[in-house]
């Protein structure tokens, strides 16, 4: 049971490029998320799922866009890398809505460094 | 408006000397959960404890332990006896019902113990 995984764990890009970053759970969560960590201002949400097939916008939607074909699969696209962009990036996930399911479990990290 | 203020930015400590990290919340909300996420050096985020609304019961869990008032919107979380392998940002976070229950989270507490 690897929890959430994330990859790749580091990427420079240069401004204009385009990249997806991949999310993987094993623990059959309907939830899904992703959010940046910038310095000094704790974690913002990008995008999130509430399962197979949906997504919806967070509160910094701009500049990306996200899929999530599989149930265990959440990806994150930016089409045209700006340095603004340059963050550290967090996938999580949780079961569901009820008590201890609220709980979200954090992959490792994705450090994106745009040029 | 929903917010999570950690009014210590940053921390420093002796080893064995205990230590409390405040984090204050605002929610219209009647039902609500507060958690509270490690994330040391290597830059992952670890889940501590989750706490919902209507239970005001403290908690302890070894040399951690966590105060919720909500007369005072509060969630403070005590380290006793730190050692050097607490040193991390501590981040509290509250369950937003809306944007597929989003976290919302304060802007961290770097923790340093010295040995």
């Known amino acids: 049971n690897a929890g959430v995984t994330q990859t790749p764990k580091f990427r420079v890009l240069k401004t204009g490029q385009s990249m997806t970053l991949l999310c993987a759970q094993d623990m059959n969560h309907e939830y899904m998320y992703w959010y940046r960590q910038d310095p000094g201002m704790g974690l913002r949400l990008i995008h999130y799922?509430?399962?197979?097939?949906?997504?919806a916008k967070g509160e910094v939607p701009d500049g990306y866009n996200v899929s999530r074909l599989k149930k265990q699969n959440f990806l994150l696209g930016l089409e045209s890398a700006a340095p603004s962009q340059t963050s550290v990036y967090f996938c999580a996930s949780r079961v569901g809505l009820a008590g201890e399911q609220r709980t979200q479990y954090f992959g490792p990290g994705t450090r994106l460094l745009v040029l | 408006a929903q917010k999570v203020t950690q009014a210590q930015t940053e921390i420093s400590v002796v080893e064995k000397e205990d230590v409390t990290l405040d984090c204050v919340y605002e929610?219209?909300?009647?039902?609500?959960?507060l958690f509270w996420y490690k994330q040391p050096p290597s830059g992952e985020l670890v889940f501590l404890i989750r706490r919902n609304s209507f239970d005001e019961q403290n908690e302890i869990s070894g040399r951690y332990s966590w105060n919720f008032q909500k007369s005072t919107s509060s969630f403070n979380f005590t380290i006793t006896a730190s050692q050097v392998v607490d040193s991390a940002v501590y981040f509290c976070a509250l369950s937003d019902r809306n944007q597929g229950g989003k976290l919302i989270f304060g802007q961290g507490t770097e923790l340093s113990v010295k040995p």
């Open positions: 799922s509430v399962g197979e097939g949906t997504t």
């Open positions: 929610t219209r909300d009647t039902t609500y959960y």
